[in-house]
């Protein structure tokens, strides 16, 4: 069974202070990784989709990275408007070219204080 | 704008009422889903469809039933049978084709238990 284990539940970070999110997976095998930011009471907001270990991809202040174990949301400099919860969720490649299970996170809590 | 809209957005459920949450996408998607969101959990997955006229089951499909009669369309009925109805719903979409399967979310329905 897939399973997706997000780290630190919550982070508080002060205005320029920089840090990381884990995401943790174990996949028979990983079709693609997905990070996505959600504002309270709103739908997710899709940020990333990474492929295979080694891959990088960059969006303003965010840069995810994957190993074959673990993704890494890296947020530099951040900012107040960077406050959200933030998920990770993998899918698997069980279903041949079918439909692959989306499996998520319980996301990662991120406020930042200006 | 292409994208995908949810109504309503509060909805409010008396004991032995069904209740359906419309969701609509116009972005040519031929893949759809509902998920389930409650607090401190990852999202659950209750049915998805890949192709119009066809669906299939998820992870937490009891009390729940669907239908895909056009491609634009994925409505899901809360069905009196779903004893523990309170959550915040969200639809998405995708492509449908493999490595074009990042999903896109709504804005989510809040149902509430009177």
């Known amino acids: 069974e897939d399973q997706v284990t997000q780290s630190p539940e919550a982070l508080r970070l002060q205005e320029g202070e920089s840090s990381s999110l884990n995401c943790s997976y174990t996949v028979s095998g990983l079709r693609g990784l997905f990070w996505y930011r959600q504002d309270p009471g709103k739908g997710p907001e899709f940020l990333f989709t990474l492929y295979s270990a080694g891959e990088e991809k960059e969006k303003e202040r965010l840069k995810a990275t994957l190993t074959k174990k673990e993704s890494f949301l890296h947020i530099t400099a951040p900012k107040p408007e960077d406050s959200a919860t933030y998920l990770c969720?993998?899918?698997?490649?069980?279903?041949?070219?079918?439909?692959?299970?989306?499996?998520f996170g319980q996301g990662t809590i991120l406020t930042v204080h200006p | 704008d292409g994208g995908i809209t949810q109504s309503p957005k509060y909805l409010f459920r008396k004991e032995g009422q069904n209740v359906t949450l419309s969701c609509e996408q116009n972005l040519n998607h031929d893949a759809m889903y509902w998920y389930r969101q409650d607090p401190g959990q990852g999202l659950r997955l209750i049915y998805y469809s890949q192709i119009v006229n066809d669906f299939q089951k998820g992870d937490i499909a009891e009390g729940y039933s669907v239908s895909r009669e056009k491609k634009e369309s994925f409505p899901l009925t809360v069905t009196s049978a779903q004893k523990n109805p309170t959550a915040f719903y969200l639809c998405a979409s995708s492509p449908g084709r493999i490595y074009q399967e990042t999903q896109y979310f709504g804005p989510g329905t809040r149902l509430l238990v009177l």
């Open positions: 969720a993998v899918q698997d490649n069980a279903g041949g070219t079918s439909y692959g299970k989306l499996t």
